[in-house]
């Protein structure tokens, strides 16, 4: 039966270059290209997953799931060490939504915000991968 290999949630964004600067700059991504004259779309990677990001002249058609429902996420990614991976976001100058917090479902999470306020979410599961003691 064939794999699902990984995701890529798209975000609407108003400037391609600047949010894949971000990422790279911010969040650890990377990218090599854009795609579009002038650019407009963007696939940014860390580790073996991407976040695609497509820009629109539409500004006001960009609306984070936060501003729909209080508290949703437009990305969530699961990691190995939420605390060790904020300590590093933090340090490279993302905006921190959240700080680490373990959450009732059994995540230890933070979040972040993009340049368009879009609710990108980072969480360990304890479960799988429990706190150092």
């Known amino acids: 039966m064939p794999k699902l290999t990984t995701s890529a949630p798209v975000l609407l964004v108003r400037d ?54 209080d508290k949703m996420w437009d990305a969530y990614f699961w990691v ?13 100058g993302a905006k ?6 373990d959450q009732p479902y059994g995540c230890r999470e933070f979040g972040i915000q993009d340049l368009d306020n879009h609710d990108i979410a980072f969480g360990q599961d304890l479960s799988v991968h429990p706190r150092p003691t």
Not at 80 to 92: G, Q
Not at 96 to 101: A, F, H, L, S, V
């Open 96 to 101: 921190i939504d959240y700080g680490p917090c």
């Open 16 to 69: 391609v270059k600047a949010s894949a600067d971000y990422f790279r700059d911010c969040c650890g991504f990377t990218y090599d290209k854009f795609w579009g004259d002038p650019p407009g779309f963007c696939m940014v990677w860390r580790d073996n997953l991407c976040i695609m990001l497509s820009q629109t002249d539409k500004h006001e058609k960009i609306v984070a799931n936060w501003t729909v429902v």
């Open 80 to 92: 190995d060490d939420a605390d060790a991976l904020h300590a590093e976001l933090l340090n490279a």
